[in-house]
């Protein structure tokens, strides 16, 4: 079974930093994209950042772009979500997924994790 798992969300002033990590099992991590998203209360799921599987490519939403940076460590299976800049509209509940490809939207995405919370206090 394909499996993801968060880690890394908490608590932070707006203008902080934290890391988030995506723990992946159960496939061949090099095969697959992984993407990050986010839900906001009230809101749709939205896509966050996606790293490439076939050629490393990394990809950011608009409204992150700038102050996250999204690295895998092939190795351990593991992808980072470094977010710095903060502000109180990234607070959300963040999930990350194995893709087939950096084109999959939120949408199309059956099956989630439970996320980890990240919460920017102003």
């Known amino acids: 079974e394909v499996q993801t798992v968060e880690s890394g969300g908490g608590l932070v002033q707006a203008g902080g930093s934290l890391r988030l990590s995506c723990a992946a099992s159960?496939?061949?991590?090099?095969?697959?994209?992984i993407g990050w998203f986010r839900q906001a209360p009230g809101l749709e799921r939205e896509g966050v950042s996606c790293?490439?599987?076939?050629?490393?490519?990394?990809y950011y939403a608009a409204s992150v772009k700038g102050r996250f940076t999204i690295s895998s460590d092939n190795a351990k299976n593991t992808v980072y979500l470094q977010m710095n800049s903060l502000k109180p509209e990234d607070t959300a509940v963040y999930y990350c997924?194995?893709?087939?490809?950096?084109?999959?939207?939120?949408?199309?995405?059956?099956?989630w994790g439970q996320g980890t919370q990240v919460t920017v206090s102003s």
């Open positions: 159960g496939f061949t991590f090099d095969d697959y994209a």
């Open positions: 997924a194995a893709i087939e490809d950096c084109t999959v939207v939120a949408g199309s995405i059956d099956y």
């Open positions: 790293i490439s599987s076939s050629d490393g490519s990394t």
